[in-house]
Structures are given as C-alpha cells and as structure tokens.
T-cell receptor
C-alpha cells in the first residue's frame, strides 16, 4: 500500500525567505503527484500537478519537482509572503486501484 | 462558476440516525471521490467513482455507502453513524482520475 510522508510537519519562516517542502512516497507506480493548499476551515486548492513523465512544474513563485525513481517531490516557494501561510498537502494517485493517497501535510507560517 | 458543492457544511447527529451528505459538481467531471480528514491521519479516501454507475472502495469504506446515478452528483450515505465517524469530510472531482482535482468546502460531521 502506498504511503506518503511530508516533512517537516510544521515550518515557520520570516517573510521573503525561499523555502522547500518535502514529500516522499513508497511506490513509484503513480499517474501523477499533486500539491494542494488548505486554508483553515476551507477545502483544498490545487497548486500544481506533475505527471509521472514530468520532472517539474512551475506556477508563479511555486516550483514543484518530481523524482519518481527515488519517490520524492519538493515544493519550492520563492520570496514567501504572509498570504502563503497555510497547510500544504501532497497527493499521489496510484496506477493500481486509481486511488488517491495524501500526505499529512506541512503547516507553513510566514511571519511578517 | 466551476465548483464542487457539498451540503450541509456542518452537521451534528446522534448515533444510528441515517444521514446523507450531498456532493454536486458542475464541470462534467467523470471522477468523483470522498475523503475524511482526521488530525494526525491526514486525508483518507473513502470511496471513488470513475464514472456513472461505477464506484469503488477507497482505504476506509467501512460504515459508508455511495451512489453515482448521475454524473454531477455523488452522495455519501451513513446508514448508521457512530461516534468514530466524527470527522471533516471532503468531496472532490476531476475530469479524469489523473487530472487536476477540485475539492468542495468540506462537511464537519459530529456524531454523538
């Protein structure tokens, strides 16, 4: 069974700092990996989707990479802002069973 | 506006009283799924549906039922709720299982 891990569980940084969030998964047989953002009391918002054949995706200040062979993905946030404060979740969808597996998330606080 | 709508947003009920949480999407998506989110456990998939009349169990299906009679709707049914089903529930949809996922705002369920 696929297991997805995110480290660290919580992160606090000063505004303007560049930061990296980590996601690891145990089974490389995946369709894709998605990064989501979750604000308190709200649903999840998709940030980036990387297909299994891709190495990275970029959207604005966000860059996500995928190394399927080692079971790792990173989300890079450039020039962090207080509005980036949220919980960031990664999820993979497995080849077998078409199921989603989520990590437990990294809670990010950007201090003004 | 493209969206996934869940109702109700908050629900308190008593043990054993059947309830239904509705989920509707207006994006003509084929893939729909339900998750529960619990502290320390993250999001876990309950059921998913690849298309109309096709449903499959996720990781934690016990105590839940679903149906997919129409493409846009995917209700979650708790026939006899128990306190261990107290959780935050999310519905999600995507065009295909490997494309970007869109989440509803969540339903906070308390079973007493």
């Amino acid at each position: 069974k696929q297991e997805v891990t995110q480290i660290p569980a919580a992160l606090s940084v000063p505004e303007g700092e560049n930061l990296v969030l980590n996601c690891s998964f145990t089974d490389s047989a995946i369709y894709n990996l998605q990064w989501f953002r979750q604000d308190p009391g709200k649903g999840l918002t998709s940030l980036l989707l990387i297909q299994s054949s891709q190495r990275e995706q970029t959207s604005g200040r966000l860059n996500a990479s995928l190394d399927k062979s080692s079971g790792r993905s990173t989300l890079y946030i450039a020039a962090s802002q207080p509005g980036d404060s949220a919980t960031y979740l990664c999820a993979v969808i497995a080849w077998t069973g078409n199921q989603f597996y989520f990590g437990t998330g990294t809670s990010l606080t950007v201090i003004p | 506006e493209a969206q996934v709508t869940q109702n109700p947003r908050y629900l308190i009920t008593v043990t054993g009283k059947k309830l239904t949480v509705t989920c509707s999407q207006n994006m003509n998506h084929e893939y729909m799924s339900w998750y529960r989110q619990d502290p320390g456990l993250g999001l876990r998939q309950i059921y998913y549906s690849m298309n109309v009349e096709v449903t499959d169990k996720g990781d934690v299906p016990e105590g839940y039922k679903v149906s997919r009679k129409e493409k846009r709707n995917f209700p979650l049914i708790l026939e006899s709720p128990s306190p261990n089903q107290t959780s935050l529930y999310f519905c999600a949809s995507s065009f295909r299982h490997y494309t970007e996922a869109f989440f509803g705002q969540g339903t906070r369920l308390t079973v007493v």
